[in-house]
């Protein structure tokens, strides 16, 4: 909508029915913006330094500040939209706290803030397709993108409804096509929502920065079957954390004899306000997801499997008010109680981490351009902005700032010298090879007539995930996964099955081409998780640990960001490192205790 309004013809592609449908409706809590509405000491710096800190120091300086400036404009945008922020009752917005903030920067439309940013965004859209400056295409999925003279001059798309392979010439593209914690199976994102047209930037040259840092949310739903859900972050302003002090208790609430609610208050164990009393419940998630995993492994879950812990809204109930909780989170407590039949106005919810956000993607320079000339990459497709940590309702802040203010100003740097070349045809050489080399992929897919089908090995494939590249890793598991992911590769490719025609609509063709790059991403996932001998926020090594069990950094080793090159089919990729220098804030042990 941006790039339209500043007079360019944009070609708009999606794999849903409609923009509206796009994965940041699942956004729930908040978007951050340095406001200091509540005059509470919030300052475009603090949002900078607690990003930073959030991410473990392992994000660039540069762009975390850029992010913070801008922050306060995105509200302006899209009050100005018609975006229904909630409100105080004198009529300002209103604000609530995240976690690693001891400030409430926060901005929220009750629960599903994300929904309301992204109508506010597609009303944007809509307007510049009216006028014809945007053609929108619908469920097209780019398959590769195209280069012409070391240039991104277009890409080939894929319409899932005719199966008809299409192409597409460009001054410029831009992805904006999310992350890749799918490689996981089950994970806080839609099942639509794959890693593959930022993997084809890749397989063409474009560098592949921190593949190993994703995101564990610590407020999920547990899994049931193959089922998981988010719970927003939001609900820890409110909900207190907690398990049982006394091991007899987990296992009668394993077992189903006890309810959370027959726990008196002196047995339980609030265990982050102990370990943390001065972020208490809003510690950054990181640190959140490994404290439940420990509480768990050590036998304190409370569900039948012993993974899961509560979160309890009796205090906050007790002390505003069933309706002022249900003002604030009533949409959530609904979801929460058609997933799971409880009411958690009456019981504890039950929450346990989750795989939910992809902090590494493609690696941009500061005006978000790819080493690849002309491609550009935003949001969560790329690396740029949260290291090895993302703080809550930062991912809406990235989203919105790299599209409404970051990208639309910086790419006119890159079409600057380039206004007097002409369109392109799609007839040129590197288009038809392109489209060659999609079909011959595809006819091989479809000519393997295996006996497994997509899903089954993709369960396979987030079972090597989770197990070895999850929430807790180390050398020899790493080790094993890089082989177990190469006989996977092997097993998908002499065994997938896939039922009907290419040339038609064709559900599980489109999830085995997303699970192809799944199965590599998770190999490179591996690769640099590996390499990284540290553990730094949501990479955690179990070498490298603090007697307490916090992550240890080795700054002096790898203070850098791992910048991946392909080297071609089946051959190990090549890391090169652009050096972290910060020049404003001294790296230091993050501390959430005081």
């Not at 007899?248 to 370990?275: C, N, V």
């Not at 902090?359 to 690396?383: C, H, K, Q, R």
């Not at 896939?498 to 996932?525: C, H, Q, T, Y």
């Not at 916090?550 to 090159?565: G, I, L, P």
């Amino acid at each position: 909508a941006s790039l339209a309004e500043m007079g360019f013809n944009v070609l708009n592609f999606c794999i849903q029915d409609s923009p509206r449908r796009a994965h940041s409706i699942a956004a729930q809590g908040g978007i951050n913006a340095a406001k200091n509405y509540q005059n509470d000491g919030d300052s475009v710096y603090r949002l900078f330094y607690d990003t930073i800190k959030g991410g473990d120091y392992r994000a660039r300086e540069a762009n975390v500040y850029r992010l913070a400036e801008v922050s306060n404009s995105i509200i302006d945008q899209c009050v100005a939209q018609g975006v229904p922020f909630a409100r105080e009752y004198g009529g300002l917005l209103d604000n609530r706290s995240f976690g690693g903030a001891q400030v409430s920067r926060t901005f929220y439309a009750r629960g599903q803030t994300g929904q309301q940013l992204l109508l506010g965004a597609y009303s944007a859209l809509s307007r510049q397709i009216g006028l014809g400056k945007v053609k929108m295409y619908t469920r097209h999925e780019m398959l590769d993108v195209v280069k012409v003279d070391g240039r991104a001059r277009g890409i080939i798309a894929r319409n899932l409804i005719t199966g008809k392979i299409e192409r597409f010439a460009a001054h410029a593209v831009v992805v904006a096509t999310g992350g890749y914690v799918n490689t996981f199976f089950l994970s806080t994102n839609a099942m639509a929502s794959n890693g593959s047209a930022a993997w084809q930037c890749y397989k063409k040259g474009a560098y592949f920065a921190n593949p190993c840092m994703v995101q564990i949310h610590p407020t999920c739903v547990p899994v049931k079957g193959d089922f998981q859900s988010l719970m927003s972050e939001s609900l820890r302003n409110d909900g207190r954390i907690w398990v049982p002090k006394k091991l007899e208790d987990a296992k009668a609430l394993q077992a189903g004899t006890k309810k959370g609610k027959d726990i008196p208050e002196a047995d339980r164990d609030y265990y982050l306000e102990r370990r943390y009393p001065a972020f208490g419940n809003l510690v950054p998630r990181d640190v959140a997801s490994r404290a439940a995993k420990e509480r768990c492994d050590a036998g304190f879950g409370v569900n039948s499997t012993g993974l899961a812990v509560f979160l309890d809204f009796s205090d906050a109930i007790n002390r505003l008010g069933k309706e002022v909780v249900k003002q604030k989170y009533g949409n959530l407590f609904d979801m929460y109680e058609e997933i799971t039949n409880d009411d958690p106005y009456e019981t504890p919810m039950m929450i346990y981490p989750a795989l939910h956000y992809s902090m590494g993607g493609l690696w941009v320079d500061y005006e978000l351009m790819t080493s690849i000339p002309g491609l550009f990459a935003i949001g969560e497709a790329n690396f740029s902005d949260h290291g090895a940590n993302r703080l809550g309702a930062s991912a809406l802040m990235q989203g919105l700032a790299d599209g409404y203010f970051v990208l639309p100003y910086t790419i006119q740097n890159y079409l600057s010298d380039q206004i007097q070349v002409p369109r392109f045809s799609t007839d040129l050489p590197e288009f038809v090879e392109a489209e060659k080399a999609i079909n011959a992929r595809i006819a091989k897919l479809m000519n393997v007539k295996g006996k497994e089908t997509v899903d089954s090995i993709h369960r396979k494939l987030g079972h090597i995930m989770w197990e070895h590249v999850g929430m807790a890793r180390d050398a020899e598991g790493l080790k094993e996964a890089i082989q177990m992911l190469k006989d996977l590769k092997k097993e998908f490719w002499s065994n997938v099955f896939i039922p009907g025609e290419a040339n038609s609509l064709n559900v599980e063709l489109d999830k085995a081409l997303r699970l192809a790059d799944f199965i590599e991403i998770g190999a490179l996932m591996a690769h640099d998780a590996l390499d990284r001998a540290e553990s730094c926020g949501g990479h955690f090594r179990t070498e490298h640990q603090t007697e307490e069990g916090e992550a240890m950094r080795h700054d002096d080793k790898f203070m850098y960001v791992s910048c991946w090159e392909y080297q071609g089919e089946d051959k190990d990729p090549v890391m090169l490192k652009e050096d972290l220098n910060y020049q404003f804030v001294v790296p230091q042990t993050r501390n959430y205790k005081k």
